[in-house]
């Protein structure tokens, strides 16, 4: 396994007040002009990663949810191939009929990571499962042009993405983030637990961090709109001042951030039940090991 996993996270600092408004006749789409204003921002994160020698460059870039306007998809996809670094981003609503959906996206370049792997080039979405109550309450009051009521509609599978020696990554959209049954699902599964997030409750989600790492036994990395802060990355490591890799506090600031994350050490712990560097599984915790016929470089 590798010792360490590169992740940068990018925080846009899309402004919901502009980007939706109810009544707005491009609902459930985000406003032109402020979808064109943030995809600068990440442009720019994008293109200046692209630079990196490639010891520095990430293996996965993060942008948070509603992060890019559907319409720059296939730009996120010729940027993870330029930079060779898997790119998971939220995306705007879309809606089918009366039902709108939220999704994010990860796109997968061909031989990650930087062209040196065995992975085809692919790309999947993956949905929330829980609305926040102010994206429900935008959401129902817009109607149809029969009349009838929008309503969210809700993803019911949960995904896993398998990087090889680089371990298992959970992946969430903001308040499923407070979605018992998913933990259940991870625990001993997973390496890391990635969040997508426009989430102004900061400091819940920051305790909720750590929780969540100590019940899934797992690094637990929140990439946040850079409108309210608060993306972070944190490792159930014994030392309290190891636990912490990443804090990011204060709003509106537009931010790109690369962290490492423990895999080799973090797997052993998982594995054994207790390791020096760590904090304890918790109470019947198993590790599901990964079979022998298994990929070992790529995904």
Known sequence: MEEKLRVAIVQTTLNKDLAWQIGAKSFPEMNKWEADRVWDEVWDALKSLSLLPENKRPHVILLPEFGVARKYERNLHSFARLIGSIIISGLDFIKEEAKVRNE????????????????????????????????????????????????????????????????????????????????????????????????????????????????????????????????????????????????????????????????????????????????SPPPGYKYWKRNSKDKTNGI
């Open 104 to 279: 994010a996206i990860v796109s997968i370049p061909y031989n990650w990571p930087f062209g040196k792997g065995s992975s085809e080039s692919q790309s999947f979405h993956f949905g929330k499962r829980h609305p926040a109550w102010r994206e429900k309450e935008y959401i129902e009051n817009h109607t149809t042009e029969d009349g009838a009521k929008y309503e969210f509609s809700p993803a019911e599978t949960v995904y896993i993405l398998d990087l090889g020696k680089f371990g298992r990554i959970g992946l969430a959209i903001c308040a499923d983030f407070y979605d018992i049954e998913r933990y259940l699902i991870y625990q001993g599964q997973i390496q890391h637990l990635f969040l997508v997030a426009y989430n102004q409750d900061t400091e819940s989600f920051h305790h909720l961090a750590e929780s969540a790492s100590r019940l899934i036994f797992c690094n637990v990395v929140i990439c946040n709109t850079g409108y309210h802060g608060g993306s972070m990355a944190f490792s159930p490591r014994k030392q309290a001042f190891e636990r912490t890799i990443y804090s990011h506090l204060g709003s509106r600031l537009y931010t790109v951030q690369t962290v490492e994350l423990p895999v080799d050490s973090l797997i052993e712990a998982q594995e054994k039940g207790h390791h020096n560097d760590y904090k």
